[in-house]
């Protein structure tokens, strides 16, 4: 699993672009900073859940 070592912030990064990358348009930027805003609240065991369910 490569996200073991990612810092908070590199695990905010990977999933914000795996949800982007998914909903294949782009969003606007108030909802990019909504997401991000709700990101950054989540603990690194909840981050590396979302990624392994996207993978």
């Given amino acids: 699993m490569?996200?073991?070592?990612?810092?908070?912030?590199?695990?905010?990064?990977?999933?914000?672009?795996?949800?982007?990358?998914?909903?294949?348009?782009l969003e606007s930027r108030r909802s990019w900073l909504v997401m991000r805003n709700y990101l950054e609240q989540l603990d690194m065991e909840q981050l590396k859940s979302m990624l392994k369910d996207h993978e």
Avoid: P, R, W, Y
Wanted: glycine share 4%; hydrophobic share 35%.
């Fill in 2 to 25: 490569k996200n073991i070592d990612m810092t908070h912030k590199e695990l905010i990064e990977e999933v914000s672009a795996n949800l982007f990358k998914q909903s294949g348009k």
